[in-house]
């Protein structure tokens, strides 16, 4: 029971992390768009208005992540992605600086402000392998089902009962396919006659209904076009022409999967009222759309359509129900109304193409509303400029190398929620990162860090590896993190530990005779070497090394939680250069991330009191 309520609370997590930002965004391009549909329904045709709503549909199907300098999150605001205020966690409130204890810009270590008693054992000496788990066992905690855990449990359920009401309707059109019937041989030579008007050249059938109230097309991959039993013998030859040329243009456009898309993504994001309210105006725009299409096809006879219209809504009328209705020549009074309002308010249209302009109109608006999430432009920038760049692994959405040069190839490992947009979460077992061939002399290793586990003893970050040499970045005994070159301890970080579930900046550079590491931008520690040949192998992120007939790497573990935003250069940065790194993305981490960050507590150890 405990594993299922853990499950559902860190999926409830994921979920929240998702739909929020999705919320917010998806609202603030609806709201844009209303605007531009005032500003331009009576100056464009329908045609284009229905395209640039299509971005509402486009936006829902898109990471929230999304970015590029030609939106408006890359120039304005933080990030529309939403930031949602949380209460700041214990150590977000613990001043940064407390009396007694020296800051970390001056490289002292946080323990050195307590002044240990005398230990009255031999001293100790870090073990360079100690068992994973050495921690006092505690009882096992009960589970309980978190905030998020509820809403996304209120999510699947509605989402499960407006699905099954869809997969209702669905067999309810079937059924209506079942009792229908083949039309007369004039209607056959009449919907003909319009085929090859409209130039439909798929499929499409036509049948008589005895149970269809309106006239309306369904089936995605057999388009069935039913017309009620009765409604032939009451109209003329014109107006079921008007009626045909209608729904065949509903085929020719592709209404009919664009209205599944729309119905299923409406379902997916029921909790967004503004929504209903974008996929009520589509549809409007659709049938404004679809007459355009029609008034273009009847070509001089066009001016009996408006008519047609209304000689329809007198012999029939169905009451929609919700988004799930079929397409129809006729869908409420209000509607009809309205289409027949913007049929006689403007000239007839001569075609009823989007045309390059407006296309290119389309592609330009999109570009500048959909990627609404604010670009780490400038924290891309700090690292691509450094000079002596190796590669670059930002890891949002791929693997891939921002140079260009070193695409990792992803074993296992899977995308998450990162610092700074997306990383790579590894569990542990044999989840890393392969980057293929590398050579490093002297070099510098910018990684963001997080662990699952409250012992990361030998679990690597970072691995380059010749089949004989090699160079480890890894954690050690104490939390810490170490530098090992060719299974020798060349520096060690043990004052300073990562904590679990909190992100940390770390840095080791090389400059051919001292290894150093920094710590969330600070110089930690600084050791001379005692290789100091560079190295040509494999390289890795978050492996092991461990492989069958090599026993080299025993006793060392792949990486057990989560790794963001690697850069490797082939120089030593130096410590401005470092601290810049920092700053950019704890800056964005302040201010967009709903993550854990926070300078760890001080740490008592055997022999403090």
Sequence with gaps: MDSLITFLNKTGETFVDFSTPMLIQSSVLIIVLLALDMLLRKKVRAVFRYCIWMLVLVKLVLPTTLSSPTGLGYWFGDQFAGIVNKEPSPAEKTPPVLPGIKPASETVPLETAITPLPPTGPAYEPAAKIPEESAVSTPPATASLSWHGFVFLGWLAVVTAMALLLIQRMFFVRGLLAQSKPPSDSMISSFQQCRKQMKIRGKANLKLSPVAASPSVCGLFRPTILIPQNLPSKLNREDLRSILLHELAHIKRGDLPVSLIQTILQIAYFYNPLLWAANAIIRKVREQAVDEMVLVAMGEQAEDYPETLLNISRLTFSRPVLSLRLIGVVESKKALSGRIKHILSRPFPKTAKLGFLGLIAVIITASILLPMAKTERENIDVITKMEGL????????????????????????????????????????????????????????????????????????????????????????????????????????????????????????????????????????????????????????????????????????????????????????????????????????????????????????????
């Design 390 to 609: 190796v590669g670059y692994w930002s890891f949002d959405g791929n693997a891939n190398d921002k140079t260009g040069n070193r695409h990792g190839v992803v074993h296992e490992a899977t995308l998450a929620k990162g610092i700074s947009g997306q990383c790579y979460y590894f569990g542990g077992g044999d989840d890393y990162i392969s980057l293929g061939e590398m050579s490093l002399e002297k070099f510098s290793i910018s990684a963001w860090v997080k662990s699952e586990k409250r012992s990361i003893n030998n679990h690597r970050v970072f691995l380059l590896d010749d089949g004989q040499n090699y160079y480890a970045f890894q954690g050690n005994s104490r939390g810490g993190v170490g530098v090992y070159i060719t299974g020798d301890i060349e520096i060690n970080e043990y004052d300073k530990i990562i904590a679990k579930d909190e992100w940390t900046h770390l840095t080791v550079t090389f400059d051919g005779k001292t290894v150093k590491i920094y710590w969330n931008g600070e110089l930690s520690e600084a050791r001379q070497a005692n290789f100091t040949e560079g190295i040509t192998g494999k390289a890795y992120i978050g492996f092991s090394g461990s492989t069958p007939g090599d026993n080299r790497h025993d006793g060392d573990y792949c990486w057990n939680g989560f790794i963001d935003d690697v850069a490797i250069y082939n120089k030593a940065l130096s410590a401005g250069e470092i601290q810049n790194i920092y700053r950019k993305f704890a800056n964005s981490i302040n201010t967009n991330s709903t993550e854990n960050f926070s300078v760890p507590p001080v740490q008592l150890r055997a022999g403090q009191f």
